[in-house]
């Protein structure tokens, strides 16, 4: 659980000052976060500069394709073969600090990490994530250590999900999706999905009632997707409550209390046999309190060229920014081709000419073997990949959700060679209108 309580979020700038060094490194790009945006864009300006004027500030040991973390809640894949050593992901030659930034000061050129040290750039890439906030739900983290609870948002809880799936005897199975920006909307219903399949395998589907409580008005934001998905739980018989918060859990009592957001202070209460939680999410707090954040503490990019919007020398990509899309994977993919492209042109003193179309997919998993891959941009319009009609569940899709993203994952996005499937796109929609 210390890896879980680690993450919940306190936003404290004023800790760990007492061990300040004197050290002082310079670097001409310094990226913040080693995670999907921050090692794809090392990789990248690696290529562009020469591996020693690069360096991430990281401190977690471990790097995880956490788009595994679906299936392995699901018993599909292990969360050991999500997570790969952080050093083994690192562009060759380029720098890795072990340390967390505690505070970024744009009006000087630095960072300070926890360990008191002092590091300037030339240039800032912010990769820094977003924050989950499990301890905004009255009983967790804590409940937690009781068992029938999981969440496929932590690494320390995902396998939590899968035991409280294999020891289902018959209840309700909850699931549940906060009031908040989210990363991968998809993942709180993709859950509930696997469930019922698990169930119908295992013989114990007529003893489960299956209940989705949504924070949303919706069932997934894009038309297309969500009349997909509206008949596919018609068919299973899964129930889906719009507008309905979970504000507590009882884990001793195996209760889960949920508000009702159309009317306030109305609650309901949920008895469960297996409960999956999403907790709610919210920026990273080392960004929230530096002049780099908006209104609402995310990283204040321009939606277009990735380039913050008053401090010219500075970058994001990922979660931890404003851009108006779904926070996914996919979509960094697209940003950090268009990211590179913005700051070779402001290297060169030009002016970034490459736009993000707000680019993101969501593999909707449906079952063990079906997916339906949803792919949209800013606007909520579809945008596919593939010439067929995406709003299906499909075999083909659920392979390469499983089998072929992990590989492009570690093997193409990781190393700065893959930048989401723009140029394919095109190229299958050739001839077509
Ligand atoms: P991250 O990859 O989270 O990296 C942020 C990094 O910053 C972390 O390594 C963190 O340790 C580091 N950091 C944080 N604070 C500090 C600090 N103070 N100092 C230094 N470092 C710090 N995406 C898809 O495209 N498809 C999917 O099917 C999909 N499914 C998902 C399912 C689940 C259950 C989850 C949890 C996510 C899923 N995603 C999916 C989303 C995807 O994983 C994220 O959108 C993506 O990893 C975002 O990349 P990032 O670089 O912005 O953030
Ligand atoms: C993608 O590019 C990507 O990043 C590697 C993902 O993250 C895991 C995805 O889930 C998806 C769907 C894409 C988009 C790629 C194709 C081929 C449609």
């Given at each position: 659980?210390a ?92 720098k ?18 926890d ?31 009781h ?13 939590k ?52 409580n949504?924070s ?12 997909s ?62 002049p ?24 994001g ?117």
């Amino acid at each position: 659980m210390a890896a879980l309580c680690r993450n919940v979020g306190i936003c404290a700038s004023h800790l760990n000052t007492s061990s300040r060094s004197s050290a002082k490194q310079h670097y001409k790009i310094l990226v913040l976060g080693g995670g999907t945006g921050g090692i794809s864009m090392s990789a990248r300006m690696k290529r562009m500069l020469g591996a020693e004027n690069v360096a991430v500030m990281e401190p977690n040991e471990m790097h995880y394709y956490q788009p595994l973390w679906t299936l392995a809640g699901a018993g599909a894949k292990t969360i050991a073969s999500s997570g790969r050593p952080t050093s083994s992901v690192m562009p060759s030659g380029v720098k890795l600090i072990r340390s967390k930034v505690q505070e970024i000061n744009p009006d000087t050129n630095t960072v300070r990490s926890d360990d008191g040290t002092q590091i300037s750039y030339e240039y800032l890439i912010v990769a820094l994530g977003l924050q989950l906030h499990f301890e905004k739900i009255k009983g967790l983290p804590e409940g937690f250590e009781h068992p029938k609870i999981g969440s496929n948002y932590s690494v320390e809880t995902v396998d939590k999900t899968w035991t409280a799936l294999q020891n289902f005897k018959e209840g309700n199975a909850v699931f549940s999706f906060p009031n908040t920006p989210i990363k991968c909307a998809g993942a709180p219903q993709k859950i509930m999905y696997l469930t019922d399949a698990f169930l119908r395998k295992t013989g114990k589907r007529e003893k489960a009632n299956i209940i989705y409580n949504t924070s949303l008005p919706v069932l997934f934001g894009v038309k297309k997707y969500a009349d997909s998905l509206w008949k596919i739980v018609k068919q299973r018989d899964l129930k889906v409550n719009l507008r309905q918060n979970l504000i507590e859990v009882r884990a001793d009592k195996q209760e889960a209390v949920f508000e009702n957001l159309d009317k306030p202070g109305e609650t309901t209460v949920f008895k469960y046999e297996m409960l999956h939680v999403t907790p709610p999410m919210g920026p990273n707090c080392v960004i929230k309190n530096s002049p780099l954040a908006d209104n609402s503490g995310w990283l204040d990019v321009d939606k277009g060229s990735l380039q913050h919007k008053r401090y010219p020398n500075v970058f994001g990509i990922g979660d931890c920014t404003n851009l108006p899309t779904s926070k996914t994977a996919a979509a960094v993919a697209a940003q950090s081709a268009v990211l590179n492209r913005t700051i070779k042109k402001i290297l060169k003193n030009e002016k970034p000419d490459k736009t993000y179309d707000g680019y993101t997919s969501c593999p909707l998993v449906t079952s063990y073997n079906t997916v339906v891959l949803a792919e949209f941009d800013y606007d909520g319009q579809p945008l596919e990949t593939f010439p067929i009609d995406q709003g299906k569940e499909r075999r083909l899709m659920y392979h390469m959700k499983a089998d072929l993203m992990p590989q492009l994952y570690w093997h193409g996005l990781l190393k700065g060679l893959w930048g989401g499937p723009e140029p394919y796109r095109k190229l299958m929609h050739l001839g077509m209108k």
